[in-house]
Every structure is written in C-alpha cells, then in structure tokens.
C-alpha cells in the first residue's frame, strides 16, 4: 500500500502504478485535510480524508464529515456521503504496489 502522502497526490495509474504530482507532495504534504480544504485543494483534502477512513483512522469520520461540510458550504452543494464525492473527484482506494513521482 501507498503512503498517505502518494496517495493525497496520486493524479492518475497506470496498471498497478500510482502517479504521483512530486511537487504538491513536496509543498502540501505534511497538512492535515482541514488545511487542505482551507487552501483550496479539495481533491487533495477529500484524499486525505478518504484515506483516514480507509485506515479506521482516530477522528476520521469526524474529518470527512467536516471536509464535506466545509465543501458544501464554499460550493453551494449539497453532499452528504463520501461515495458521493468519490465520483466528483475520481478518487478511490485501490490496491497499488509501486509510485511514480514526477
């Protein structure tokens, strides 16, 4: 499995391999998925939350709770499950065993 940071930046896979946008991870990596929201990096934000869950992370479902409140609210949408913004963003965990940073 990817690390959190691989995976909040992933922007595309080929076969097994997670591509990785190495200079977001460099300047964004170590914020937490309020911080992200809070700049405007929703994708990213919603990742980072999406991979809380995944993990049964402390405080995650309060996390995506509030990314999803917080997206709502700047957007005008009315969102309420994380399988929802899945969609919107194309994210989703999958089983990968190698990264690519670019």
């Given at each position: 499995m990817?690390?959190?940071e691989d995976f909040?930046?992933?922007i595309g896979?080929?076969?097994?391999?997670a591509v990785v946008d190495g200079k977001a991870k460099r300047q964004y990596g170590r914020l937490s998925?309020?911080?992200l929201a809070e700049k405007g990096l929703y994708r990213s934000a919603f990742s980072s939350a999406l991979w809380a869950v995944s993990k049964s992370e402390a405080n995650a479902e309060s996390d995506m709770k509030a990314f999803i409140d917080l997206f709502n609210k700047v957007t005008g949408t009315s969102y309420s499950r994380a399988e929802e913004l899945q969609r919107?963003?194309?994210v989703a965990i999958e089983a990968v065993a190698k990264t690519?940073?670019?």
């Open positions: 990817i690390s959190r909040v930046f992933t896979y080929d076969g097994a391999l998925t309020m911080e919107l963003f194309g690519l940073i670019l």
